[in-house]
């Protein structure tokens, strides 16, 4: 028997060393999705994946894309030495990548940008604005990550009852503000929300709030820090319009996205969009 | 001499493994940032780790970073063994991270989206559409992804720039949209653009691109693709309110943020802001 022969005992197919192709799933981009779900000796690894690529190159294939589970660490050495590089990460795996053909690469970039929420709750009963208290003496409208998934008026909604226990409608985003390295290389983008409350009673409830209460427009756009920060000011002069019904944010409407048909939210002028086309 | 006993050798301090720190830096929020950047072998790695941890321990620090440029990939598995956790990895490094204190972790999340641009170049003269044919036979207008580090204005023009040859100016974020999973687990910001043009010679530099030409807008509008497609079509009309002047979207102001006074854009409803407060 010839070492390319692949030998049958009891009529189960058994590969040897340098014949099997990892288990992988096609992209639609002409690449491989490879998973190693399972623990993998490091040679065997090695010896598998060149004969993969020999596989894969005849193919014609592209982008091999290599999942390594954090339980398969001891993969990453060898796969590097192989050729690959780090794509992404996150807690529980790291991405790692390998441009097959002569020409460049087409390998799409890492997620770039964090996304953060601010949240304007105006009660209009009272004309008056949510403030929020952080360490510092600092009234705040509350803030925070949105999540990967999440859209942005529902992290809005989340930080806001996470904060405070209130519950909010999402209207507009006001204004928005991308800024550069704001977390090691990554840009950053805030959006500012307005939204209305249906609820009224405070519960404080992050353990990072000090205090939590309503609090009159006018002083919390007195504090010293909205006359010294640029974009407090902006906000407070984009609330004191809004009051009097003289500003236009965006606001949402359900849509399906360009290629792919899959759902999302667009976040345009709506009411410029009841317009007519004179 | 004992074994805790630093030794001199011509003058030089002689770390023994297991007394040593790695080089590290603090970071702003109680934790530490180390960064290998020479060969080391693994085993010493660990032991110079553990001995470090004896003291940032004992210092009360959090977290502690770890960032392994791809050269030293033989020290991914000891780290992860020790109790690292991958945060994110870029092409040329990996990062990760180990929380210390018995506390909730207060590690930031991962970039979480991916920004790209959409450009509507709208010729006024002409009441003309900028069109593009990509391989389909679709026209469509230049899109492309925002760079880490790159402002979202300077991305549209980038894209018309080098899809067509052409120069714009920014003139205004029409409208975004927000979907999720677009890419592995990543979501995706789109923003609409609207841009008007300072040069007019079409010259096709991407190798993506079959063809360029200004197009007219009824033409482009009229493809099948913009009547199947929600967001072509909330794209078209408002591009036929904005060539009525019945739109207002957000245009561009330099700012500075909230809390670091860092230089960004923010993007607000300007004509609306001028509005006088009644």
């Given at each position: 028997m010839s070492d390319h022969e692949t030998p049958m005992v009891?009529?189960?197919?058994?590969?040897?060393?340098?014949?099997?192709?990892?288990?992988?799933?096609?992209?639609?981009?002409?690449?491989?999705?490879?998973?190693?779900?399972?623990?993998?000796?490091p040679k065997f690894f090695v010896a598998t994946l060149r004969y993969s690529f020999t596989?894969?190159?005849?193919?014609?294939?592209?982008?091999?894309?290599?999942n390594l589970p954090l339980s398969q660490v001891n993969l990453v050495e060898p796969a590097v030495k192989e050729g690959f590089r780090y794509h992404h990460a996150e807690p529980t795996y790291l991405m790692l990548v390998y441009w097959i053909?002569?020409?460049?690469?087409?390998?799409?970039?890492n997620a770039s940008h964090r996304v953060r929420v601010g949240a304007v709750v105006l009660n209009h009963n009272k004309e008056e604005k949510y403030g929020m208290l952080r360490g510092s003496g600092v009234w705040k409208i509350p803030t925070g990550v949105v999540d990967e998934g999440e859209d942005i008026f529902a992290a809005a909604i989340r930080e806001v009852k996470e904060e405070t226990g209130i519950d909010t409608e999402f209207l507009e985003v006001l204004a928005f503000c991308q800024t550069h390295e704001s977390f090691f290389v990554k840009s950053d983008l805030f959006f500012i929300c307005l939204?209305?409350?249906?609820?009224?009673?405070?519960?404080?409830?992050?353990?990072?709030?000090?205090?939590?209460?309503?609090m009159p427009f006018e002083d919390s756009a007195s504090q010293p820090i909205t006359h010294k920060n640029e974009l407090f000011k902006v906000i407070h002069r984009i609330c004191s319009l809004k009051m009097e019904k003289n500003y236009t944010g965006f606001s949402k409407k359900p849509t399906t996205t360009f290629f792919d048909d899959k759902l999302g939210y667009l976040y345009l002028n709506k009411q410029d969009m009841n317009n007519p086309i004179t």
């Open positions: 009891n009529g189960v197919v058994e590969h040897k060393i340098g014949e099997e192709v990892l288990p992988f799933v096609e992209d639609e981009y002409g690449g491989v999705i490879v998973e190693m779900t399972t623990p993998t000796d596989q894969w190159r005849s193919q014609g294939k592209k982008g091999v894309w290599l053909p002569e020409s460049e690469s087409t390998i799409p970039l939204l209305r409350p249906t609820s009224f009673d405070i519960q404080k409830q992050d353990l990072e709030i000090e205090a939590a209460q309503w």
